[in-house]
């Protein structure tokens, strides 16, 4: 049996059963004074407890990213030092007990961007982007090949072998790619360089059917084995309805093309195999008083009063309204199921073959520790 979670934070399953990989990456890591746990946890079933196997980050050294790759059964983990120092943390989610570290380092006069995974020939390759601010040019690192840490320079073309994996809560935390559209035809231009005529074409061009017929920057927030997808508009929806999205999705198995219109404005997306398993965001805007707050908050507050990273920090940093609506679509089969709970911090936790969908909320997870 194969089992897929999603949660707040990164869960997988391996042989060995099921684990938990607790985080909180926010853009400053140091933004909050105290220390802000990340560990990688093993849940017992017979005694339904959950423990630390691995502790990941302290105060001195926090996580700033975190990115599941589900396909590729690896996590990666963006590491900060208080000296502005990076480091990598990959796990291979077959063996948990691998924990590769690898330091980031970028030229002189350079800044660190980010970095991307790209495959090539089943081969999959870290790519570390560094910007020069003076030069106004991206230079771009050697890739690590994940596999065998073997190194590889790396080109704007090496692109359009982008994998995505998703979102988690607002799209500046997120691992996706920005394109932009052509006006006469259905490619999408990847702007990894400044001039326009070297920008890759991705290997996808948009069908007739879906063409914009003009240059427009489009989030592509899934790109992996079985889909492609891209964040197409935000639909303002009268009254007090919800806000929606327009997805373009694409599924490599049967090769079409398909929109599907999701409920708000923040596509809290994730690939798993087939599957888009999703949570309904909202943005809720940047001043306090636009602040909404989310359904089940005195609920947190009672389970979680010695927690100070609970769901409504979060919620609050990232300036999001939960509603409590899950959902999942199949790119593949068309199929879409969603259900409301009630509770801003609900998660989709499981799916397992394709067919048995449980949804729990994660105030219970955190509860246990």
């Given at each position: 049996?194969?089992?897929t979670?999603?949660?707040?934070?990164?869960?997988?399953?391996?042989?060995d059963?099921?684990?938990?990989?607790?985080?909180?990456?926010?853009?400053?890591?140091?933004?909050?004074?105290?220390?802000?746990?990340?560990?990688?946890?093993?849940?017992?079933?017979?005694?339904?407890?959950?423990?630390?196997?691995?502790?990941?980050?302290?105060?001195?050294?926090?996580?700033?990213?975190?990115?599941?790759?589900?396909d590729?059964?690896?996590?990666?983990?963006?590491?900060?030092?208080k000296?502005?120092?990076?480091?990598?943390?990959?796990?291979n989610?077959?063996?948990f007990?691998?924990l590769?570290?690898?330091?980031?380092?970028?030229?002189?006069?350079?800044k660190y961007v980010g970095?991307?995974?790209?495959?090539?020939?089943?081969?999959?390759?870290?790519?570390?982007?560094?910007?020069?601010?003076d030069?106004?040019?991206?230079?771009?690192?050697?890739?690590?090949?994940?596999?065998?840490?073997?190194?590889k320079?790396?080109?704007?073309a090496?692109?359009?072998?982008?994998?995505?994996?998703?979102?988690?809560?607002?799209?500046?935390?997120?691992?996706?790619?920005?394109?932009?559209?052509?006006?006469?035809?259905?490619?999408?231009?990847m702007?990894?360089?400044?001039?326009?005529?070297?920008?890759?074409?991705?290997?996808?061009?948009?069908?007739?059917?879906?063409?914009?017929?003009?240059?427009?920057?489009?989030n592509?927030?899934?790109?992996?084995?079985?889909?492609?997808?891209?964040?197409?508009?935000?639909?303002?929806?009268?009254?007090?309805?919800?806000?929606?999205?327009?997805?373009?999705?694409?599924?490599?198995?049967?090769?079409?093309?398909?929109?599907?219109?999701?409920?708000?404005?923040?596509?809290?997306?994730?690939g798993?195999?087939?599957?888009?398993?999703?949570?309904?965001?909202?943005?809720?805007?940047?001043?306090?008083?636009?602040?909404?707050e989310?359904?089940?908050?005195?609920?947190?507050?009672?389970?979680?009063?010695?927690?100070?990273?609970?769901?409504?920090?979060?919620?609050?940093?990232?300036?999001i309204?939960?509603?409590?609506i899950?959902?999942?679509?199949?790119?593949?089969?068309?199929?879409?199921?969603?259900?409301?709970?009630g509770?801003?911090d609900?998660?989709?936790?499981?799916?397992?073959?394709?067919?048995?969908?449980?949804?729990?909320?994660?105030?219970?997870?955190?509860?246990?520790?």
């Open positions: 049996i194969r089992f979670f999603f949660t707040v934070f990164s869960n997988a399953y391996s042989q059963g099921l684990f938990f990989l607790r985080a909180t990456p926010v853009e400053d890591p140091y933004l909050n004074s105290n220390e802000m746990p990340a560990a990688l946890l093993k849940y017992n079933k017979d005694s339904m407890k959950i423990k630390i196997v691995v502790n990941l980050a302290s105060y001195e050294n926090r996580v700033k990213d975190i990115r599941y790759y589900y590729d059964n690896r996590i990666i983990l963006l590491k900060e030092t000296k502005f120092e990076k480091s990598l943390g990959i796990i989610t077959d063996r007990d691998s590769i570290h690898k330091s980031i380092t970028c030229p002189e006069f350079y970095f991307k995974v790209i495959e090539e020939k089943n081969n999959p390759f870290l790519c570390i982007e560094c910007f020069n601010k030069l106004e040019k991206f230079e771009f690192l050697k890739g690590l090949n994940l596999i065998d840490l073997t190194e320079e790396f080109f704007p090496n692109f359009k072998h982008i994998v995505l994996s998703g979102t988690s809560f607002y799209i500046d935390w997120s691992d996706y790619q920005n394109v932009y559209s052509e006006p006469t035809n259905g490619n999408l231009r702007p990894v360089v400044r001039d326009i005529n070297e920008r890759p074409i991705f290997p996808l061009a948009l069908p007739d059917s879906l063409r914009l017929g003009k240059k427009e920057m489009l592509v927030l899934i790109n992996n084995k079985n889909q492609f997808v891209i964040n197409l508009n935000t639909i303002q929806n009268p009254n007090d309805q919800l806000n929606s999205t327009n997805l373009i999705t694409y599924n490599y198995g049967n090769q079409k093309w398909n929109r599907v219109k999701i409920k708000g404005t923040c596509p809290y997306v994730n798993y195999g087939n599957w888009l398993a999703g949570v309904v965001y909202s943005y809720s805007g940047k001043n306090n008083d636009t602040f909404k989310s359904p089940g908050k005195e609920i947190r507050d009672r389970l979680n009063s010695k927690n100070e990273f609970k769901a409504d920090l979060r919620f609050s940093y990232f300036h309204y939960s509603p409590g899950l959902y999942l679509f199949n790119t593949l089969t068309l199929n879409y199921i969603e259900w409301s709970t509770q801003g609900s998660e989709i936790l499981l799916i397992e073959n394709d067919l048995f969908i449980i949804g729990l909320t994660m105030r219970y997870i955190e509860h246990l520790f």
